[in-house]
Nanobody, 122 residues
């Protein structure tokens, strides 16, 4: 079992950069795959990126490919999402999730953080 807490969300201008962090409390964090999802106002929760438990494999949604980078530090029990060249359409609450599957599906993740707000001004 693992508990997740996101941080780093804030207001940023279009074209700017931001790094989100997800801190895990469980000692077995390194055994989980981890993903980032986002939910914009009036929209459903969408996949952003995920990383394998070892950190060796990553995958990105087309909308963020080339701009976002997911990484993981098992020694620090932390997952990161580096976001560059931000656009107004990136505005959303960003959630960190952990699970036993390497997947883009919301339902395949059993553990979720509380979310952190990212707002990109135009």
């Amino acid at each position: 079992q693992v508990q997740l807490v996101e941080s780093g969300g804030r207001l940023v201008q279009a074209g700017g950069s931001l790094r989100l962090s997800c801190a895990a409390s469980g000692r077995a964090f390194s055994n989980y795959h981890t993903g980032w999802f986002r939910q914009a106002p009036g929209k459903e929760r969408d996949f952003v990126a995920h990383i394998s438990w070892s950190g060796g494999t990553t995958y990105y949604a087309d909308a963020v490919k080339g701009r976002f980078t997911i990484s993981k530090d098992n020694a620090k029990n932390t997952v990161y999402l580096q976001m560059n060249n931000l656009k107004p359409e990136d505005t959303a609450v960003y959630y960190c999730a952990a699970g036993h599957y390497y997947s883009t599906a919301v339902n395949d993740y059993g553990y979720w953080g509380q979310g952190t707000q990212v707002t990109v001004s135009s």
